[in-house]
């Protein structure tokens, strides 16, 4: 599985886990829901810094997101 597609099964399993409906999940992480739904579809990676407020927004650890993360890296 590539890095899009393991980010999308995440995120989906993060907002379904969470009883929300994508533009709850787009409000909660403050993008459109045409955003949100491009990222579950694996469409596109999400900038660092929204990476960062959807971890704040679901709460999860840090290690949930390394792999995320590293693709910014230099």
Known sequence: MDLL???AALLIELRTT????????AEGVGVARSTEIRWEHGKM?????NIRKIAAF???PDHRLKPFL???KK
Not at 18 to 25: D, G, K, N, T, V
């Open 5 to 7: 597609s393991e980010f």
């Open 18 to 25: 969470a009883q929300l409906s994508q533009e709850e999940a």
């Open 45 to 49: 990676m999400p900038s660092i810094t």
């Open 58 to 60: 679901y709460n999860i």
């Open 70 to 72: 590293a693709n910014y």
